[in-house]
């Protein structure tokens, strides 16, 4: 079966630092992978993707690395602010369809 | 453009009801899917449409629960005889086509509360 999990369940940080979340998987068939936010009494956000034939993308503020080496994945965020806090969820597909979650870890900036 | 919509947001429910909840994915959204989120977890799959044909249903947890997307637009999930352990979200999500690297846009929810 698939396994997606998250090194910390909650995070903590300044206000204008920067955050790392990490998620380790299991899977090494998995082609894709993506970052979710998921703020409460809403459903999760796209945030970022990566493919499997990359090692690292950047969006706004936000990096995505990829080592499948060693099956990990970390989300970066630049500069935090207040409106980044809420639970980040890593996501990946493989063959099939449906995606499979981690239990996420909940970011909260301290202002 | 409108993204993911669900109705009812909020439902309660005796043990024992039925349920339905509405999912109305993003216009020209070919795949539909149905996860499940449990209080501090992460969404599980449930079952994915493409069009209005129910491709995989692996992840429904009993014969209770029914989803159909007749016209390959909206679709509704169906909990027949509600149980406690049925208490969660639910979550729709739709993707343009489909696939493992087609990335999927997630609708409110509907959190579903089983007394």
């Known amino acids: 079966g698939e396994s997606v999990g998250l090194h910390l369940p909650t995070l903590s940080v300044q206000e204008g630092d920067n955050s790392i979340i990490n998620c380790a998987y299991s899977n090494s068939a998995s082609d894709y992978f993506i970052w979710y936010k998921q703020e409460s009494g809403k459903g999760p956000q796209f945030i970022i993707d990566i493919r499997s034939n990359m090692d690292k993308r950047q969006g706004q503020r936000v990096t995505v690395l990829l080592n499948k080496t060693v099956k990990h994945l970390s989300l970066q965020i630049a500069a935090t602010q207040p409106g980044d806090s809420a639970v980040y969820f890593c996501a990946m597909g493989d063959t099939g369809n449906q995606f499979y979650f981690g239990t996420g870890t909940s970011l909260t900036v301290i202002p | 453009g409108a993204g993911v919509s669900q109705s009812p947001r909020y439902k309660v429910a005796k043990r024992g009801q039925d349920v339905a909840l509405r999912c109305d994915p993003i216009?020209?959204?070919?795949?539909l899917f149905w996860y499940q989120q449990a209080l501090g977890q992460g969404p599980e799959f449930l079952t994915y449409f493409q069009n209005e044909a129910q491709l995989d249903k692996s992840g429904l947890p009993s014969d209770r629960f029914f989803a159909e997307r007749p016209e390959g637009s909206v679709s509704t999930l169906k909990i027949q005889r509600t149980q406690q352990e049925d208490s969660a979200v639910y979550l729709c999500?739709?993707?343009?086509?489909?696939?493992?690297?087609?990335?999927?846009?997630f609708g409110p929810g509907t959190r579903l509360t089983v007394l």
């Open positions: 999500a739709s993707s343009l086509f489909g696939g493992p690297t087609d990335t999927q846009y």
């Open positions: 216009s020209g959204h070919v795949s």
